[in-house]
């Protein structure tokens, strides 16, 4: 009963704590000028984040945050700085981590004078980032663009202002008028509106989807009213015809094909003339129909051409398909549409005879030779065939079919042991100073943050690849492989004898190197000793970093300290030792890769880079794995908060000592080593104050 009330009480503390929270800046201008009453304060968010949005006066400003204003001993008490012997430099868009604690130093962050940015703080996770200010938009702009110049002033131009849409208060329709249109029938209008002149949002069918459209079966003059419902995401267009159009007689004497034929490419000014048989037949011989990069070449007829590469007026003169994107096969007859129609019809590439019958209403495509496709050259670059890394130098690929293919050897790579390769579409020539350079924009690799870990389980397994330009690797051990690229789908896979490797089992010391716990820096000759389970047999030990580098700290492991320091040659003693992270370079931890098993190299000096914090290490020599999970101080029953339930779980591992379901590394509030009565005290304190 007792506990019981404790906890209530401490629960109705909790209330009026949360009611009367406080989160200032204080800082050099805008923040007060280092005035400790002037702080500016801070709006507390339902996360428990604050924030507050500042215009600067300054280009460098530098600035703290604290719980309380008043004197320099208030703001000093409740104050939270980079929590390092030096000011912290801090970029937009960049979170890093303040720490509780007076060290008189300060934040220092860089902006354009008189723009205007959002600072936040997140006091329970101590995350905290500055973000360029984005002014709300609270007007809105609704504009027509399409793919007539006559209509329109230009085609799918959103930033016209003569075709902004209106709003009609009487049926609630935004509206645009054009008014004594001349239009030649035959003519299909594709349409959208767009939000506040630009492509971001749009609607058409659908929004964000295809064009609306609408069909102008006769010539005339027309009056348009385009609509747009907002409510419910409808576009549509009223036309009235005033006027009739002349009459056409769209048989001139003279047809061409428009589309990806002989390069015309849609050009309405160059058409491709074709040969009269009689007044009823024309052909072409030898027309070479190319990829419009769908896999098909696409075209139509006209027996009329416009006047320049922008002039369509002539739709009434144009003959194509009974429904868009009809497929013509070789050597068979297919109907051709009425007059007035734009629909296109599309057939493979490649070098055909092509036959149209304008009464008998058919096109006969006669195929004559397939076009080799051109494929780009691909190379393998890296560890392969006793090569090594070279811009000049690398295994050609074998094209066949869509897929490149090749069989290489790696090569491991001393200390490493993997070996590391890539993709290049070009290689460098060996005369060139910038090798590297030359074949930059060339080069591609596996979708992967970093080095792609090539596991046995992927053997054969189709796996991502990213666009040209992309210089992550893949990672695999020393052995004979065969690679297959697919640049079409983008994917490549490995197959291979996986090597059998004999289990080493490994039962000595493993220390920590690097910035944590406190202990100054990397030393050869200093480092945290892990405690070995051997009944589970893995390494584990409880660390703290203090992001020391804009906000991260790095860290790896050796299986023995140096008796020397660094002056002394004590990296060299222990160069053999030194292991770490399967990465090109240091290893950025994630939230996404806390609690997953990392893969680590068996000799190597890549660090581990985390933010501050405290974290528990669980590593396996034998299986070179390493395993990072987070420790929220004070979180005792590992739900990721800290709060009453955590009093409760530490007050029952007190009279129980039963720590099957509580983390004992958080229980140990006060950082004393051991878990009693004073993490109680402690964890109360911080629940009523949230300040460690």
């Known amino acids: 009963m007792r506990k019981l009330t404790f906890v209530l009480s401490l629960m109705l503390a ?48 530098w600035f703290v945050f604290t719980e309380a204003l008043g004197t320099w001993t208030d703001v ?3 104050r939270y700085d980079p929590g390092t012997g030096s000011d912290l430099t801090i970029t937009a868009g960049t979170v890093f981590h303040p720490v509780k604690g007076n060290t008189d130093k300060s934040f220092k962050f860089s902006g354009t004078v008189g723009e ?66 001349e239009i030649a029938g035959g003519f299909t209008l594709e349409y959208k509106v767009v939000q506040n002149h630009a492509w971001g949002t749009n609607w058409g069918v659908t929004p964000n989807g295809a064009n609306q459209t609408y069909y102008f079966g006769e010539s005339g003059t027309y009056n348009l009213t385009f609509m747009f419902d ?108 009425d007059w007035g129609t734009s629909y296109a019809f599309k057939v493979l590439p490649g070098t055909y005879d092509v036959e149209v ?52 050897t790696t090569n491991n790579q001393g200390d490493l042991g993997v070996a590391y390769f890539g993709f290049t579409k070009k290689l460098a020539d060996t005369e060139s100073e910038t090798p590297w350079d030359d074949i930059a924009a060339f080069r591609f690799g596996p979708v992967s943050d970093d080095a792609f870990v090539m596991t046995e389980e992927l053997l054969g397994v189709d796996c991502d690849l990213a666009t040209d330009g992309s210089y992550n690797s893949i990672a695999i051990p020393e052995g004979t492989w065969t690679v297959t690229v697919d640049l079409v789908n983008n994917k490549f896979a490995i197959n291979g004898e996986w090597p059998i490797v004999e289990p080493v089992h490994y039962d000595g010391d493993v220390y920590i190197l690097g910035e944590v716990n406190n202990n100054g820096g990397w030393f050869p000759n200093v480092g945290a000793q892990m405690n070995r389970d051997s009944e589970n047999n893995v390494y584990t030990l409880t660390i703290t970093t203090q992001g020391e580098n804009e906000g991260y700290s790095y860290f790896s492991f050796t299986k023995k300290l140096a008796e020397n320091d660094w002056e002394n040659g004590g990296w060299d003693e222990i160069a053999g030792e030194r292991f770490g992270a399967v990465s090109e370079g240091d290893f950025l931890v994630t939230d996404e890769l806390l609690g997953q098993e ?3 190299t068996a000799t190597g000096y890549n660090a581990y880079k985390i933010p501050a914090g405290t974290w528990n290490l669980t590593l396996s020599v034998d299986n070179m794995t390493l395993v990072i999970e987070k420790i929220m101080r004070g979180d005792v029953n590992m739900d990721g908060t800290v709060g009453i339930g955590d009093v409760t779980a530490l007050v029952d591992y007190i009279l129980t000592l039963d ?24 964890l109360v304190d911080f629940i009523l104050t949230q300040a460690w």
């Open 357 to 408: 019958g304008l009464s008998s209403d058919y096109v006969k495509l006669t195929l004559k030779e397939t076009p080799q496709p051109v494929v780009d050259d691909v190379y393998i670059i890296g560890d392969v065939n006793n090569i090594g890394w070279s811009a000049t130098q690398g295994v050609p690929m074998t094209y066949n079919e869509g897929i490149y293919t090749a069989q290489i």
């Open 116 to 181: 205007k940015y959002t600072f936040t703080f997140n006091p329970t996770t101590l995350e905290a980032k500055v973000d360029g200010y984005v002014e709300p938009i609270t007007e809105f702009t609704y504009t027509v663009a399409g793919n007539s110049a006559a209509i329109f002033g230009g085609e799918w131009n959103t930033t016209l202002t003569d075709n902004d849409m209106t709003l009609d208060a009487t049926d609630g329709l935004y509206k645009l008028v054009k008014n004594n249109v």
């Open 598 to 600: 990392l893969a680590m």
């Open 659 to 682: 720590a099957s379901s509580i983390n004992l590394s958080a229980a140990d509030s006060n950082q004393d080593g051991e878990v009693g009565i004073g993490d109680v005290t402690t």
């Open 14 to 61: 909790l209330v009026g704590l949360n009611a009367n929270a406080a989160m200032y800046i204080v800082g050099s201008n805008p923040f007060g000028n280092w005035d400790p009453s002037k702080g500016l304060e801070m709006t507390q968010q339902a996360d428990g984040t604050y924030s507050l949005d500042a215009t600067l006066t300054e280009a460098d400003i």
């Open 76 to 78: 000093n008490g409740n």
């Open 230 to 337: 907002l409510e419910n995401e409808v576009v549509s267009l009223e036309a009235e015809k005033i006027q009739d159009g002349p009459e056409v007689d769209p048989i001139t004497g003279d047809l061409f094909i428009l589309g990806q034929v002989n390069g015309n490419n849609w050009n309405p000014s160059t058409g491709i003339e074709m040969a009269t048989v009689d007044e009823d037949v024309y052909t072409l011989t030898d027309a070479t129909f190319t990829d419009s990069g769908d896999g098909y070449a696409w075209f139509s007829f006209t027996s009329k051409l416009g006047e320049n590469a922008d002039d369509w007026a002539f739709a009434a003169y144009r003959r194509g398909a009974m429904e868009d994107g009809t497929i013509v096969e070789d050597g068979v007859s297919t109907p051709l549409a």
